[in-house]
T-cell receptor, first 108, second 112 residues
């Protein structure tokens, strides 16, 4: 099956700093999503981005499908950005394969 | 429009008992998927249902079963609970297969 690797596993930032989270996947995909999991466990959709670049406020994402990686950029980080960020790719049907996540802590 | 709703939000069971978790998809969504998230790990796929038929099953024992109803809501059943079944159980819905998945807030199960 598809393997999904995320880096870094942990990240501590000072408020206002920028960061880049990376997701590598082992096979070609036509569905890739980035999620933010808040402290209560809710998985929030950030981006559906099988290829190309998208931006939403301070967040943007780029997927280079031919090279099998995706990047999530967070600019001017805020304490509310803290949580776990997951990359997930669709293997078949609606089976999403998740990475292990990046734990982000933003300090004020 | 309401998002994906799951019930109950929290529950505590003892080993050997069974549990039923419920999920209502976003209106118009016909596909429901279930995921298990153990503490410190990413969610793991359990089942997918589309148009009331099972379309995918992850690597989980037969103690896990699910079904989808005519109104597209779904139930996940787990029998003979083990301590290792303690986890956050997430339901996701989508318009059809291969579309963007939207997750509910989850049901947190503790097995004592």
């Amino acid at each position: 099956g598809i393997q999904v690797e995320q880096s870094p596993p942990d990240l501590i930032l000072q408020e206002g700093a920028n960061s880049t989270l990376r997701c590598n996947f082992s096979d070609s995909v036509n569905n890739l999503q980035w999620f933010h999991q808040n402290p209560w466990g809710q998985l929030i959709n950030l981006f559906y981005i099988p290829s190309g670049t998208k931006q939403n406020g301070r967040l943007s994402a780029t997927t280079v499908a031919t090279e099998r990686y995706s990047l999530l950029y967070i600019s001017s980080s805020q304490t509310t950005d803290s949580g776990v960020y997951f990359c997930a790719v669709m293997e078949y049907g609606n089976k999403l394969v998740f990475g292990a996540g990046t734990i982000l802590r933003v300090k004020s | 429009d309401a998002g994906v709703t799951q019930s109950p939000t929290h529950l505590i069971k003892t080993r050997g008992q069974h549990v039923t978790l419920r999920c209502s998809p976003i209106s118009g969504h016909k596909s429901v998927s279930w995921y298990q998230q153990v503490l410190g790990q990413g969610p793991q796929f359990i089942f997918q249902y589309y148009e009331k038929e099972e379309r995918g099953r992850g690597n989980f024992p037969d103690r896990f079963s699910a079904r989808q109803f005519p109104n597209y809501s779904s139930e996940l059943n787990v029998n003979a609970l083990l301590l290792g079944d303690s986890a956050l159980y997430l339901c996701a819905s989508s318009l059809s297969q291969g579309h963007v998945l939207t997750f509910g807030a989850g049901s947190r199960l503790t097995v004592l």
